[in-house]
């Protein structure tokens, strides 16, 4: 068992639409929690950033950290066909370097 | 610019060859990793360096050799490349103050005939 789970997808939306992302993960020595938005032929970059359990809200953007499910989730507000992507989520504990644990990846359409 | 350049961006070689990646960063970070990224499997760290005196296998580190020539350059290495290298490499950067946050690379597409 992989000790971070992500469905792959593909999930396609109309635009406009609420879109929740979601990974799961065994490890509960994890505390740092972000989302990585990849471009095709890109490298990933950062979107949310969170630690421990909680929500964060940026722009049509929010990130939620569940540590007694060991669950997170992104949610993305009136998606739009830029947010088309591939989303990866990553976690890592404190201590042991900044090693960090990935997700496969979601990849999303978004349609017009 | 770029803040963090990975050369080349592609490349195709044979079973057998000697194949050297590079990474560079104008980001000022101390630490750098390298990754790759297969589909189904996700982004695996292959080796990481804390500085230049310091490095560190990863998840993934047989068949790979590294180098950090400098604090901005670190330089990924194949010895004798194999097709299950067939991948997409990633070099990224992060420094210790705030979060940490790890800055990637474009990424080189490697294809072992």
């Known amino acids: 068992q992989k000790e971070v789970e992500q469905d792959p997808g593909p999930l396609s939306v109309p635009e406009g639409a609420i879109v929740s992302l979601n990974c799961t993960y065994s490890?509960?020595?994890?505390?740092?929690f972000m989302w990585y938005r990849q471009y095709s032929r890109k490298g990933p970059e950062l979107l949310m950033y969170t630690y421990s359990s909680g929500n964060k809200e940026d722009g049509r953007f929010t990130a939620q950290v569940d540590k007694s499910s060991k669950y997170i989730s992104l949610f993305i507000r009136d998606s739009q066909p830029s947010d088309s992507a591939t989303y990866l989520c990553?976690?890592?504990?404190?201590?042991?370097?900044?090693?960090?644990?990935f997700g496969t990846g979601t990849q999303l359409k978004v349609e017009l | 610019d770029a803040d963090v350049t990975q050369t080349p961006r592609n490349r195709i070689t044979k079973t057998g060859k000697r194949i050297m990646l590079e990474c560079s960063q104008t980001?000022?970070?101390?630490?750098m990793y390298w990754y790759r990224q297969d589909p189904g499997l996700g982004l695996r760290l292959i080796y990481y360096s804390f500085d230049v005196k310091d490095i560190n296998k990863g998840e993934i580190s047989d068949g790979y050799s590294v180098s950090r020539q400098a604090q901005a350059k670190f330089s990924l290495s194949l010895e004798s490349a194999i097709p299950n290298q067939t991948a997409l490499y990633f070099c990224a950067t992060s420094d210790l103050t705030g979060t940490d946050t790890q800055y990637f690379g474009p990424g080189t597409r490697l294809t072992v005939l």
């Open positions: 490890n509960s020595a994890f505390q740092y």
């Open positions: 980001k000022g970070h101390d630490r």
């Open positions: 990553a976690m890592r504990s404190t201590g042991g370097g900044n090693k960090l644990t």
